[in-house]
């Protein structure tokens, strides 16, 4: 049975909310999410969420951190299922928070299946995506009637992840104006190789934005030939989104936010279990 502290009917299950946390700055959470967080009697999150909005979550809530922990490897998704559905036989309202949204490269939709077909009750509350948003802090555009009339949002990371089918990136030179690439630093050699086999120009403007939103932003702007190699001297890092194509050029500088005083990934101290944050 789940807790129901205002005294009023007992369900079965509480209700899980897969929440978006934004990019990381915590003014980019939506009034639905911010709403959840300072009501919810459990909480389960990764490190890609600012450390602000897990002060918003009310004292007697229960929190689980189920991400990558220095040195090793995030919780496997079974595990968070589980995590997910035990909470929700003890609560009443399970958030469960992902960093940017939870439906874009987030295993929003395997959680969300996982939890329906068990009868638990599951919404989505979509987030502002780190794709356009870390971009848009370095006056970037993702679109421009200039620069054509599609962008791909797309995973470099796609050879790590054996379950998903590669990427075509040949092909994706040919049919998208714009790429927004989301893990893209491993391999972005490879893809820089692949996308000009597959037409596109060494000259094509390219961007990387680093911890897009927060302290720490760093934005590198240069031509596709030599993204890789200057992504390399500059030493950037994780998390950072790729953008390559015309909208590159679009950029206007002036428009461009302030990055916000907040931390994101958040720190950890290395655990031996899940229900730990510092
Ligand atoms: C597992 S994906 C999650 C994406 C997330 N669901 C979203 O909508 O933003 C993690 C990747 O998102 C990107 N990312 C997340 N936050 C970022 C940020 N603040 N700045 C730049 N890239 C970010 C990086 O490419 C990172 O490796």
């Known amino acids: 049975m789940s807790s129901d502290s205002t005294g009023g009917m007992v369900l079965p299950y509480g209700t899980v909310y897969l929440v978006g946390a934004g990019p990381g ?57 589980a995590v997910l559905v035990e909470l929700a036989t003890r609560h009443r309202t399970v958030v469960r928070l992902k960093g940017g949204d939870p439906f874009l490269f987030g295993r929003g939709g395997e959680e969300a299946a996982h939890l329906a077909a068990r009868g638990i009750p599951v919404e989505v509350v979509p987030g502002v995506t780190s794709g356009i948003a870390a971009p848009a802090y370095a006056g970037i555009p993702v679109t421009h009637r200039r620069a054509g009339s599609s962008v791909t949002f797309v995973t ?107 931390e994101m990934p958040i720190p950890f101290d290395v655990g031996d279990g899940i229900a730990r944050i510092p």
């Open 156 to 262: 470099g990371h796609e050879e790590v992840d054996k379950r998903r089918p590669g990427v075509d990136w040949q092909g994706l030179a040919r049919s998208s104006d714009g790429l927004v690439i989301y893990m893209g630093l491993h391999n972005l050699e490879r893809i820089c190789m692949e996308l000009m086999a597959g037409g596109l120009d060494p000259a094509t403007p390219a961007a990387v934005i680093q911890q897009g939103t927060v302290l720490g932003q760093r934005t590198l702007v240069a031509p596709l030939g030599v993204l890789a190699e200057r992504v390399a001297e500059e030493g950037l890092a994780s998390p950072s989104i790729v953008v390559v194509g015309r909208v590159v050029a679009e950029r206007v500088e002036a428009c461009a936010p302030a990055p916000a005083d907040a």
């Open 25 to 81: 700055d915590p003014e980019l959470l939506t009034l639905k999410a911010h709403r959840l967080l300072s009501r919810c009697d459990a909480l389960v999150h990764d490190a890609l969420v600012p450390k602000a909005l897990l002060d918003l979550v009310p004292d007697h809530c229960e929190r689980h951190f189920v991400g990558k922990r220095r040195g090793h490897h995030s919780v496997p998704q079974p595990s968070t299922n």
